[in-house]
């Protein structure tokens, strides 16, 4: 798999609790969206670690393509 899975035709908006720190899934296989729960294994991804600064929502990428990691920056209107 050279190219991620789309999990979602955009954002997880999730929220998150200051100073814990989550792993998002940058495969797309995950059951657990957007986190990672290991469907990786055997490929090239890997999960990304997010550390929350505050507590919040946090609008994680669904769609795998983001440029700015893995909150949304709006890619998955370009698919």
Not at 19 to 26: D, E, I, P, Q, R
Not at 30 to 59: L, R
Request: net charge positive.
């Amino acid at each position: 798999m050279s190219e991620p899975k789309i999990a979602k035709s955009g954002p997880f908006a999730t929220p998150v609790e200051a100073g814990k720190t989550y792993y998002w899934c940058s495969c797309g296989q995950s059951g657990n969206q957007p986190f990672c729960d290991g469907a990786h294994k055997g490929s090239q991804f890997a999960p990304v670690a997010y550390k929350a600064e505050k507590d919040g929502t946090v609008y994680f990428c669904g769609c795998k393509h983001s440029k700015s990691g893995v909150t949304c920056d709006g890619s998955h209107s370009k698919l």
